[in-house]
């Protein structure tokens, strides 16, 4: 399978998932973030993509894919679309600033 290049690596996390959740789990000892991420993202290329713009390690990934949910607008049935879910958790010493600290 072909490598990524950095170009290619730039598109494949699009946002921090920024929860209670999510924060409580950076900010304890379990070191892990979560981003949503292009539904052709495959763990190795997420692990790159992360290594290489947060400048960490990364010890695993966890992806989960998210089904759209049901939406009814002016009387119409429809969905929003599906997308996809990385949990990524850091090794032991890393950490990432994602409110970036003024």
């Not at 920024?18 to 000892?29: C, I, N």
């Not at 010493?93 to 994602?98: H, S």
């Amino acid at each position: 399978m072909a490598r990524l290049s950095n170009e290619a690596l730039a598109g494949l996390l699009l946002a921090p998932i920024v929860t209670e959740k999510t924060t409580r789990q950076a900010e304890q000892s379990r070191r892990q973030y979560a981003f949503r991420v292009r539904k052709s993202a495959t763990k190795p290329d997420i692990r790159r993509a992360v290594e290489y713009f947060f400048e960490v390690r990364v010890e695993h990934v966890r992806v989960c894919s998210m089904h759209g949910k049901r939406r009814v607008f002016k009387g119409r049935a429809g969905r929003t679309p599906d997308w996809k879910k990385a949990y990524v958790q850091l090794q032991p010493g890393f950490k990432i600033d994602l409110v970036g600290a003024h």
